[in-house]
């Protein structure tokens, strides 16, 4: 009989041979493997230098500084900088950052907006790294490129001019994460020549392997203001640039804003004044310093018409390079604002949310086969064709349905800013029926009955989102002139027709975020009427990793026994002895009667109908039967009634709108409230073992989950020897599996 899926992963993860490519398991990146690296110079006591990106001219690239000064470099590890060298000081935050030498605005802007979202810097910035314990001068990120995410491994010795950082300067002394993230990325483009200009979009892609979109601020789309609250309610990275490119330079100009860089924006919201109200947004300078001095500057007037409390928590006079903007301003001002996220939904506009689902493909343009090119109508459908289909369900009510992003790959990357090539698709609907999604048979232009053209963008990708009404679409994806070849990566997102929802979090100020941070617990800022930032900004250190839908919590977790105390319910016996047998025992298809009966009398645990089965009464009953005869006594049911009433009074807490389910984020806070801790690894299988399709619980499968998992817990700890590990015979694991 085939494994379940379950205990296949579990397998899985026992052996080398596992996927990789993934943020759990990167592929090694010019095949360095950071454990072995680091075990070997541990056990050679010596510290690590990496020959593949070595301390000299190689690293830095021949043309970003004069030849004297190339010669003057000199390169020091933070041991040498500082005694007391740490990788983090108090969490990761947008404020460790001051931009060095180099002018890689874009990555830092980039990096800015990662320390805003704790779920996308955990991937990025691996944990099991410092300068005390296990310290042999090498470090590790991750990356995303064209599909995969990639481990690279940089030693940490560090290139200075002149006495000072020619990479990103760390505002604290001892902290080093920028610099060895900088060091990082700079190797994974060959050099730190390549992070010498750049775009923010690229960064972004690369910090979250998520989907980017760029608008142009000279002729924003009419839905740009519903785009950016839609980005903020979903957690999305927003970088932003100012007018200007590599030959301009970057000239701060007398409003104090730099011309030809980018920023990171941060937060937004709708502020009243006077009699009025305006929009404004908060934007940082990866310099660390510089600032707008217009209108909601620091020192502006117009705060003098704010609420006291109000301008106490927004307008923090200091120069670190943040600073609020009104969005007229910011119109006139900026030319462009970039949004990224792992899907795009901040396309969805107001209630509600719909999920995404996403397919991709590696294909290339080949000269001779597949490199039609776009000049002229029929060579263009000699290019790759790949097909969708899209439901009534999924059509054009539901606003932007599809989203389609088409890169170019590069092999080389000591060459990796080339001149792109122009590249575009064409998105055409198509009379054809029964066609499989992902299918690449050949179409012609006879078939399209309506085509929209991405246009040609010189650029690493092109993406492009549409409305499209229910049918059958090919999307051809193309280079400027027929020939041209290159390998390609598309993605392709479309809507479903399912209701997905985010969290609803608390508001806090900066204080309460640096009370919380300063005990390393996690939360997120609420998202006012525009954009409020995710409070995990300086939260990062010791803070648990995330699962696919969001944001998990770590705080000081309560004692299961404490908890139970408070339900200690004496008026059991009754409705014990009212569904027990003669023998005052009670057996499943008795429970199974007595849950439906009496618990879910009350609509709030009512949902789809959905009752108490009997299979999952028979595994409640194991859980609960300690005397392992197959049935409940009077003092077992007394146990199972105390879980009863707690289960019940923290499901009645989390579903505030008597919806009679709750969410991942609700069991993540049950789990909390009940004074229990899981893994990631261990709540996704809670996830797909007890949540339906849509990953929500009824009140019947929360029962069921809460119960086995304390269960489970004490197990552990009854049967463990060292407070680590669970040893058994194979009669012990027979046993424990086949009644559980």
């Known amino acids: 009989m085939p494994m379940p899926g379950v205990y296949q992963k579990v397998a899985e993860g026992q052996q080398s041979q596992r996927k990789t490519g993934t943020v759990e398991n990167p592929k090694k990146f010019k095949g360095q493997d950071f454990l072995s690296i680091r075990e070997t110079c541990i056990n050679r006591k010596q510290l690590f230098e990496d020959d593949v990106f070595p301390a000299n001219l190689y690293s830095i690239g021949e043309n970003l500084l004069t030849q004297d000064k190339l010669l003057s470099i000199k390169w020091k590890r933070p041991s040498e900088l500082h005694r007391d060298a740490r990788f983090l000081v108090d969490g990761a935050s947008i404020f460790d950052i001051v931009q060095g030498e180099i002018g890689d605005c874009w990555v830092l802007s980039a990096v800015g907006a990662l320390t805003l979202h704790r779920r996308f810097l955990e991937n990025v910035v691996p944990k099991d790294q410092e300068f005390t314990q296990k310290y042999a001068g090498i470090f590790h990120f991750r990356f995303w490129q064209y599909g995969e995410w990639v481990d690279v491994v940089v030693d940490d010795r560090l290139p200075f001019l002149n006495g000072r950082y020619l990479s990103v300067q760390p505002r604290k002394n001892n902290e080093f994460w920028p610099s060895l993230l ?30 980017q979109m760029d608008f142009n601020l000279s002729k924003p789309p009419p839905d740009l203001r519903d785009i950016i609250l839609a980005a903020a309610r979903s957690g999305s990275l927003v970088g932003c640039t100012t007018p200007g490119d590599l030959n301009t330079g970057n000239i701060e100009l007398h409003n104090g804003l730099v011309q030809g860089h980018a920023y990171t924006m941060t937060e937004g919201t709708e502020i009243a004044y006077g009699n009025r109200s305006e929009d404004i947004v908060r934007v940082w300078n990866p310099w660390g310093q510089g600032e707008w001095n217009g209108r909601w500057s620091d020192e502006s007037p117009q705060w003098d018409r704010v609420s006291p409390e109000l301008r106490r928590k927004l307008n923090i006079e200091r120069n670190d390079g943040e600073f609020w903007i009104s969005c007229p301003d ?60 899209v439901t009534e369900s999924q059509g054009a009510k539901r606003g932007y349905n599809v989203t389609v992003a088409l890169m170019q790959c590069l092999g080389n990357e000591r060459k990796y800013n080339p001149r792109w090539l122009p590249i575009g698709f064409s998105f055409c609907k198509v009379v054809v029926k029964g066609v499989k999604n992902g299918s690449q048979q050949k ?92 409070g995990s900004q300086a939260l990062y250190q010791n803070s648990t990793a995330l699962s696919d839908f969001g944001p998990r919590l770590t705080i000081n977790t309560p ?35 007595l849950l439906n009966d009496v618990v879910l009398i009350d609509q709030t645990f009512v949902a789809d109908r959905e009752e108490f ?38 499901f009645r807490s989390i579903d505030g709108n008597k919806s009679g389910f709750i969410d991942g984020f609700g069991l993540e806070k049950a789990v909390h409230e009940a004074g229990l801790m899981v893994s990631d690894a261990v709540f996704n299988i809670m996830l797909l073992r007890y949540a339906n399709y849509m990953q929500k619980f009824t009140f019947a499968s929360f029962v069921c989950c809460m119960i086995r998992l304390e269960t489970v817990t004490k197990v552990f700890q009854n049967l463990t020897k060292d407070g680590r590990g669970v040893y058994l015979s194979a009669e012990e694991w027979m046993q424990i599996i086949m009644s559980s």
Not at 353 to 382: F, H, L, M, P
Not at 454 to 468: C, D, H, K, P, Q
């Open 559 to 593: 004692n299961p026994k404490a908890v139970l105390k408070k339900y200690i319910d004496g008026g059991y016996e009754n409705v014990f002895a009212y569904y027990a047998n003669q023998s005052s025992e009670m057996y499943a298809e008795q429970l199974q009667k």
């Open 330 to 389: 910011f119109m006139q001002n900026f030319s462009q604002v970039n949004i990224c996220n792992h899907i795009p939904s901040y396309l969805d506009f107001g209630e509600p949310q719909y999920a995404w689902e996403s397919c991709s493909y590696y294909n290339q343009w080949v000269r001779g086969s597949t490199a039609g090119g776009c000049s002229s109508a029929d060579d263009i459908w000699k290019n790759p064709q790949y097909v969708i289909t």
């Open 443 to 534: 179409y012609s232009r006879q078939q399209v009955t309506e085509t929209i053209n991405s246009g040609l963008e010189r650029a690493r990708e092109v993406t492009r989102s549409f409305i499209a009404p229910a049918g059958t679409y090919v999307i051809v994806p193309y280079t400027e002139n027929k020939g041209q070849e290159s390998d390609f990566f598309l993605r392709i997102y479309t809507k479903t027709s399912e209701i997905t929802e985010y969290e609803d979090t608390r508001a806090m100020s900066r204080e309460d975020n640096q009370e919380l941070n300063t005990s390393n617990a996690s939360s997120q800022y609420q998202v006012t009427k525009e954009m409020q930032r995710d």
């Open 613 to 650: 089965t009997l299979d999952s009464c028979r595994g409640i009953l194991m859980l609960m039967d300690l005397n392992a005869n197959g049935r409940l006594s009077l003092t077992e049911f007394g146990r199972l009634w105390k879980r009863l009433n707690m289960c019940k009074d923290i």
């Open 182 to 211: 900088e060091k990082a990325y700079a190797k994974l483009r060959g050099s730190y020549q390549n992070l010498h200009w750049g775009f923010i979009s690229e960064a972004l892609v690369d910090f979250t392997g998520g989907v």
